[in-house]
């Protein structure tokens, strides 16, 4: 088992749509968990940033962790057809530098 | 804009050929990741620089990988005697510091490679 899982998707969705992401994880010395964007032919930028369990909202985008589950989530709401892309969850144990990546959801938001 | 830069973007090369893969890290930042990106593999961790300490390279995935940085600064990943699962798109990250809560790492766009 990956320390990390995630469904790689794809998934579409009209525009408009509330869009649901998620990560499981195994290791509960994960502390720190992000989410990136990935477009295509280009490198992830940090979307979200989240330390424990709660939640943390930036416009349309709220990420979610419960640690008690292992469980984050990265909602996007009145989606666009440029948040299609690619996003990646990503954790940090403790003080450690090694991102430890999901396979990455495909998304497509239809005009 | 200064982020992080790589080249060349693109590099198609023959079995059994060594190659060069550069990373221009953001000025100032003193940690220097470089991860490889491959189809249902997902992103990887390869080697991480900090400053003057020495690598972490737990992450390499043979002794045909290696990588240095220069100067504090800018980075390059060798491959010798590339092989067809060595293809993957290579992306080196940068962050003001290695470790801690502020660690965001930023990411250039990627060198893309393909074994003949």
């Known amino acids: 088992q990956k320390e990390v899982e995630q469904d790689p998707g794809p998934l579409s969705v009209p525009e408009g749509a509330i869009v649901s992401l998620n990560c499981t994880y195994s290791?509960?010395?994960?502390?720190?968990f992000m989410w990136y964007r990935q477009y295509s032919r280009k490198g992830p930028e940090l979307l979200m940033y989240?330390?424990?369990?709660g939640n943390k909202e930036d416009g349309r985008f709220t990420a979610q962790v419960d640690k008690s589950s292992k469980y984050i989530s990265l909602f996007i709401r009145d989606s666009q057809p440029s948040d299609s892309a690619t996003y990646l969850c990503?954790?940090?144990?403790?003080?450690?530098?090694?991102?430890?990546f999901g396979k990455g959801t495909l998304l497509t938001v239809n005009p | 804009g200064a982020g992080v830069s790589q080249s060349p973007s693109n590099k198609v090369t023959e079995k059994g050929k060594d190659v060069e893969l550069r990373c221009d890290p953001i000025?100032?930042?003193?940690?220097l990741y470089w991860y490889r990106q491959s189809l249902g593999q997902g992103l990887e961790f390869l080697i991480y620089f900090q400053g003057n300490s020495a690598p972490d390279k737990s992450g390499l995935p043979s002794d045909r990988f290696s990588a240095e940085r220069t100067g504090g600064s800018v980075s390059t990943l060798t491959i010798q005697r590339t092989q067809q699962e060595d293809s993957a798109v290579y992306l080196c990250?940068?962050?003001?510091?290695?470790?801690?809560?502020?660690?965001?790492?930023?990411f250039g766009p990627g060198t893309r490679l393909t074994v003949l």
């Open positions: 990503a954790m940090l144990k403790g003080s450690n530098y090694k991102l430890t």
């Open positions: 990250a940068s962050s003001l510091a290695g470790s801690g809560s502020a660690n965001e790492q930023f």
């Open positions: 000025s100032g930042h003193t940690a």
């Open positions: 290791n509960s010395a994960f502390q720190y």
């Open positions: 989240t330390y424990s369990s």
